[in-house]
C-alpha cells in the first residue's frame, strides 16, 4: 500500500524557516518525478517545487530562491526547505508522487505565516 505522509508544518513567523518532509513507503521516490503542491483557503491546488527521477528541480516563480526541493533516497523522503517565509505562504501544502502512468497525494501539512 501507497503512502506519503506529510509532517514539518506550523505556525511561523514572517521571515521564518520549515522544513517539510514527505516520508513515502511502498514506492520508490528515487524512480518517481516528486512535487510539493499547496492549496490556500478558497484557492485552487498550486505547483512549489518538484524534482524529478533524474534529479532535476522546477519551482514556482513565488518561491524561486526561497525554497529547495531534495530528496533522500536511503530514506525514501523528499524535502522542502522554505526560508524566508511570506504570509502568502500559508497554506495546506501536499506531497506528490507521478510516473506517466498515474500519481498519488499525501494528505497535506498546514504551513501558516503570521504577519
Known amino acids: 500500500q501507497v503512502q506519503l505522509v506529510e509532517s514539518g508544518g506550523g505556525l511561523v513567523q514572517t521571515g521564518g524557516s520549515l522544513r517539510l518532509s514527505c516520508a513515502a513507503s511502498?514506492?520508490?521516490?528515487?524512480?518517481?518525478?516528486m512535487g510539493w503542491y499547496r492549496q490556500a483557503p478558497g484557492k485552487q491546488r498550486e505547483l512549489v517545487a518538484t524534482?524529478?527521477?533524474?534529479?532535476?528541480?522546477n519551482y514556482a516563480d513565488s518561491v524561486k530562491g526561497r525554497c529547495t526541493i531534495s530528496r533522500d533516497n536511503a530514506k525514501n523522503t523528499v524535502y522542502l526547505q522554505m526560508n524566508s517565509l511570506k504570509p502568502d505562504d500559508t497554506a495546506v501544502y501536499y506531497c506528490?508522487?507521478?510516473?506517466?502512468?498515474?500519481?498519488?497525494w499525501g494528505r497535506g501539512t498546514q504551513v501558516t505565516v503570521s504577519s
Open positions: 511502498g514506492l520508490p521516490v528515487r524512480i518517481f518525478d
Open positions: 524534482i524529478t527521477s533524474g534529479g532535476n528541480t
Open positions: 506528490n508522487a507521478r510516473r506517466n502512468w498515474g500519481e498519488y
